[in-house]
């Protein structure tokens, strides 16, 4: 069974400042790892995933995360806040077993202060 | 870019009555996914459908709930005596073999009244 924890229901940036959403995994098989973000009433959009290769993922709008096994984290990062950015964001994590669903985390609501 | 097309965006229903949501997954997709996400909640697993069977379902996924693939487009999840509890937004998505990307929905907001 797979999980994700995602630290902190309520993040407040400034605008300009670091974003740091937090987000660490349980799994027993290699995971693969997904960032999705959800604007007000609206669906959920992929940001970056994470499957093989390269640990450090780069993903639209700016956003990045780096896959950490030895930390089991995934966390969002992305220099500079926008306006635009506030939403809601959703950590998830799958396994390579074809079919195999995505578990989501709690989720992260990102307010970015003018 | 394709998209996961859901349809309707809202749906109210009387408590006791059947709805059939619908979803048109990415054409060469093969694995497909029923989700919701009760208001202010976070989203959970409903089904998943693969080779034109279940594949898993969750605990959410008792008998009023049924999947179909009717023809080879759609996809439809039936819920057919509808409760207070079921109103929420449930999501579509579907995903190809080789790439993980999960594909979702603009979803359909239930409301039970």
């Known amino acids: 069974a797979q999980s994700v924890t995602q630290l902190g229901s309520h993040v407040s940036v400034s605008e300009g400042a670091l974003v740091l959403l937090r987000c660490n995994y349980s799994?027993?098989?290699?995971?693969?790892l997904f960032w999705y973000v959800q604007y007000p009433n609206q669906g959920l959009q992929l940001l970056l995933k994470?499957?093989?290769?390269?640990?450090l993922v780069k993903g639209i709008n700016g956003f990045e995360a780096e896959f950490k096994k030895s930390e089991t984290s995934f966390h969002l990062t992305k220099p500079s806040a926008h306006m635009s950015d506030a939403a809601e964001y959703f950590c998830?994590?799958?396994?390579?077993?074809?079919?195999?669903?995505?578990?989501f985390g709690t989720g992260t609501r990102l307010t970015i202060i003018p | 870019e394709p998209e996961v097309t859901q349809t309707p965006s809202h749906q109210v229903t009387q408590m006791g009555q059947e709805v059939i949501l619908r979803c048109v997954p990415i054409s060469n997709h093969l694995y497909f996914y029923w989700y919701r996400q009760i208001l202010g909640q976070k989203v959970e697993f409903l089904v998943s459908?693969?080779?034109?069977?279940?594949?898993?379902k969750s605990e959410i996924f008792d008998d009023q709930f049924s999947v179909e693939r009717p023809d080879g487009s759609n996809f439809t999840l039936k819920i057919r005596s509808t409760k207070l509890e079921d109103s929420a937004m449930y999501f579509c998505a579907s995903r190809d073999r080789a790439n993980y990307g999960y594909t979702f929905g603009s979803g359909t907001r239930l409301t039970v009244v």
């Open positions: 799994s027993s098989v290699p995971p693969y």
């Open positions: 994470y499957t093989t290769g390269a640990t």
């Open positions: 459908f693969y080779n034109n069977e279940i594949s898993e």
């Open positions: 998830a994590v799958t396994a390579d077993f074809g079919n195999e669903k995505l578990t």
